[in-house]
């Protein structure tokens, strides 16, 4: 069963727009952490944000924030002002702890970002 | 601080030769981890280690694919038959210990005709 799942495989915004990156997710272990990745076309994962499933807050870093709703299950990225070197692959994924405690994060298919000047 | 360092960027082999990739971790991470990225897809763990022990190499093809980190530092992947299907980028990652962050190295790019 897939554990993560991002369904827009491509998404356009212009420049100085908002964009929301949608992350929904399964799993039964209560404690578990969220991440988004940013994969340029250079192929280096650079990390964005990370939400905790026990966080009350929703995560913010920058111009990146994480809109996450634990009931249904999603973690969405949200990324104000778009600007032209956010055109990348992103990537959500998520790290159980679970008793193997191993620390694995498993990853979504990602989605294409392309930001329009 | 220096980041992860992967070696080569890119490589070209024919199906059924053999290729190994190094890894770098940051120093003083524990905890080293080898993702496969298949063209469109997110990455996949294959093998994570803890120092030199083995965490987790549920996902590896161990018929095809080893690897080792000798003295808890570099690592090395090797794939001994190539088939067409392993063309993928291959991503070593570190973190300090388990459950901390992890950080990336810049992958290897194999293809294989």
């Known amino acids: 069963a897939q554990k993560i799942t991002q369904t827009q495989p491509g998404m356009f915004v212009q420049e100085k727009e908002a964009v929301t990156l949608d992350c929904t997710y399964d799993t039964s272990d209560p404690s578990y952490g969220l991440f988004w990745y940013k994969q340029p076309s250079s192929g280096e994962m650079i990390f964005l944000i990370y939400q905790g499933s026990y966080d009350q807050q929703n995560a913010t870093e920058g111009r990146y924030s994480l809109n996450f709703q634990k009931a249904r299950k999603s973690a969405n990225l949200v990324i104000s002002a778009s600007q032209l070197g956010d055109s990348a692959m992103y990537f959500c994924a998520m790290r159980e702890k679970g008793s193997s405690n191993t620390g694995k994060l498993i990853f979504g298919q990602g989605t294409t970002l392309q930001v329009k000047p | 601080e220096a980041g992860v360092a992967q070696s080569p960027r890119y490589k070209i082999i024919e199906k059924r030769q053999s290729v190994a990739f190094w890894c770098n971790p940051i120093s003083g991470h524990a905890t080293l981890y080898w993702y496969q990225q298949i063209l469109g897809q997110g990455p996949k763990l294959l093998i994570q280690?803890?120092?030199?022990?083995?965490?987790?190499d549920s996902q590896l093809p161990k018929d095809r694919f080893s690897a080792e980190r000798l003295k808890g530092v570099d690592s090395t992947l090797k794939i001994q038959p190539a088939k067409l299907e392993d063309s993928a980028v291959y991503l070593c990652a570190s973190s300090r210990d388990r459950l901390y962050e992890q950080y990336f190295g810049p992958g290897t790019r194999l293809t294989v005709t």
């Open positions: 280690f803890q120092n030199n022990g083995v965490v987790d």
